[in-house]
């Protein structure tokens, strides 16, 4: 795709995107295309009480996907310390990670992604400072994100375990899971889009993600702006690489976060969830999203929970 086609794509998804939103309803990106209806049907829709996390553990070795791990360590007990025999003593831990990398399951704020000097809304980019975000950060959704969730198992479709590093999802690929699937993505959706980036990694061992990963095509942002999603997450990147879009590196994270106020879920992990919609002949869910409570950051940790 051109940088042109690709910035005439932009400005249809960012105008679609905004349709039928108030300004308090901009503020807020895609998470305003959820209603207190759809959080109670998707609640009242809850069949077996099933519960699963679409999380992968946190890394703390370094590999070819994540260079930087997080890192964990004890602060108590300490070096030979032991617990004393008698009385009370604590055990004491400190962690810190690189929120956007390669292999941990995150959320990006809409304050991720600049775009010509922009973030989402027209938000100047200035706001980001090395003390931190002002505008858009994880604290736009501190009381969490909780709505239908919908899974697309893509792999699934097309009959294979998963789609190799650098293959693409397209519009068309959604549609036909969904009529696969017999379910349909609708305004307010958790949409969540399985390439098996999990499964593949298990079984042939991590690989440089950053330079090839399987994602959606640039045009399926589409599909996101016509069925007016509110928050998309993969197994994967979402972005493919190497990118479709000369001179831009992350089309889809810029469509989506950018363009139309779309929070972005990394890397999650569906290989528990998959076979239980698999099973049930059910790929919709009540979803639960609860990132930290950092005000001024870009990204969280975050460990979805599906309930079946």
């Given at each position: 795709m051109?940088?042109a086609?690709?910035?005439?794509?932009?400005?249809?998804v960012?105008d679609?995107?905004?349709q039928?939103?108030?300004?308090?309803?901009?503020?807020?990106g895609?998470?305003?295309?959820i209603?207190?209806?759809d959080?109670t049907?998707a609640?009242n829709?809850?069949?077996?009480?099933r519960?699963?996390?679409?999380?992968?553990?946190?890394?703390t070795?370094p590999?070819?996907?994540?260079?930087?791990?997080?890192?964990?360590?004890?602060?108590?007990?300490a070096?030979?310390e032991k617990p004393?025999a008698d009385?009370l003593a604590?055990?004491?831990?400190?962690?810190?990670?690189?929120?956007?990398?390669d292999a941990d399951?995150?959320l990006?704020?809409?304050c991720?992604?600049?775009?010509?000097?922009e973030l989402?809304?027209?938000?100047?980019?200035?706001s980001?400072?090395?003390?931190?975000a002002?505008?858009l950060?994880v604290?736009l959704v501190?009381?969490?994100?909780?709505?239908?969730g919908?899974?697309?198992?893509?792999p699934?479709?097309r009959g294979?375990?998963?789609?190799?590093p650098?293959d693409?999802?397209?519009?068309g690929?959604?549609?036909?899971?969904e009529?696969?699937q017999d379910?349909?993505?609708g305004?307010g959706d958790?949409?969540?889009?399985?390439v098996?980036?999990?499964d593949?990694r298990?079984?042939?061992?991590?690989?440089d993600?950053a330079?090839a990963?399987a994602?959606l095509?640039?045009e399926a942002?589409?599909f996101?702006?016509?069925r007016?999603?509110?928050v998309?997450?993969?197994d994967?990147n979402n972005?493919t690489?190497p990118?479709?879009v000369?001179?831009?590196?992350f089309p889809?994270?810029?469509?989506?976060?950018q363009?139309m106020g779309l929070h972005?879920l990394?890397y999650?992990?569906?290989?528990e969830l998959?076979?239980?919609?698999?099973?049930?002949?059910?790929?919709?869910?009540l979803?639960?999203?609860a990132?930290l409570?950092?005000p001024a950051?870009?990204g969280s940790?975050v460990?979805p929970i599906a309930?079946l």
């Amino acid at each position: 795709m051109s940088e042109a086609s690709f910035r005439s794509l932009y400005r249809t998804v960012r105008d679609r995107a905004a349709q039928g939103l108030d300004d308090a309803g901009r503020r807020r990106g895609a998470l305003s295309r959820i209603t207190p209806g759809d959080v109670t049907a998707a609640a009242n829709g809850v069949r077996y009480g099933r519960t699963v996390s679409l999380a992968a553990p946190i890394e703390t070795r370094p590999g070819p996907d994540n260079p930087e791990p997080a890192s964990h360590r004890m602060t108590a007990p300490a070096g030979d310390e032991k617990p004393a025999a008698d009385g009370l003593a604590f055990a004491r831990d400190r962690f810190a990670m690189n929120v956007h990398g390669d292999a941990d399951s995150h959320l990006d704020a809409l304050c991720h992604v600049m775009f010509d000097g922009e973030l989402y809304g027209g938000v100047p980019a200035g706001s980001v400072t090395p003390d931190g975000a002002g505008a858009l950060t994880v604290d736009l959704v501190a009381d969490g994100v909780a709505g239908r969730g919908v899974l697309l198992d893509v792999p699934r479709l097309r009959g294979v375990p998963w789609l190799e590093p650098g293959d693409q999802v397209t519009a068309g690929d959604l549609v036909a899971a969904e009529a696969a699937q017999d379910v349909t993505v609708g305004p307010g959706d958790l949409l969540f889009v399985r390439v098996g980036h999990r499964d593949r990694r298990r079984s042939l061992g991590a690989w440089d993600a950053a330079r090839a990963r399987a994602g959606l095509h640039p045009e399926a942002a589409r599909f996101l702006a016509e069925r007016g999603v509110a928050v998309l997450g993969s197994d994967g990147n979402n972005d493919t690489a190497p990118s479709l879009v000369a001179g831009v590196p992350f089309p889809l994270h810029v469509l989506a976060v950018q363009a139309m106020g779309l929070h972005l879920l990394d890397y999650l992990d569906f290989e528990e969830l998959a076979p239980e919609c698999e099973r049930l002949a059910r790929w919709h869910f009540l979803c639960v999203v609860a990132p930290l409570r950092l005000p001024a950051a870009t990204g969280s940790p975050v460990n979805p929970i599906a309930v079946l």
